[in-house]
């Protein structure tokens, strides 16, 4: 309950902030990217890990619609969309950092 009250109230506007960020190439779009991604990959992380560590108890565990499509498949989904756009971003701040050292030397 905590995370998704987290996710409503911050990360929801904080997505549009940064596709607009995007639309408008703003140079904290990808800090902006990587503090979403961020909350949604932790956010996730932290339900698979609470519904593991209480045995999967809050749904019928290896149903095949329940389980393994909405539990497993729509979440995953949500870890792994979120680690690639991470990356991005930490390829794209280390190049603009990498850039900025280059001028100052």
Known sequence: MCMETVTAFVEGPMSFLTVWAFMKNYPSRFLLQLCVSLGQFYGCVLYFAVEWMEGWSHGPYNHPLYFW????????????????????????????????DDQVF
Do not use: G, R, T
């Open 69 to 100: 499509f909405y539990v497993v498949f729509m979440n995953i989904l949500w870890i792994i969309i979120p680690f690639i756009l991470i990356i991005d971003s930490w390829v794209n701040l280390a190049a603009a950092q990498s850039k900025c």
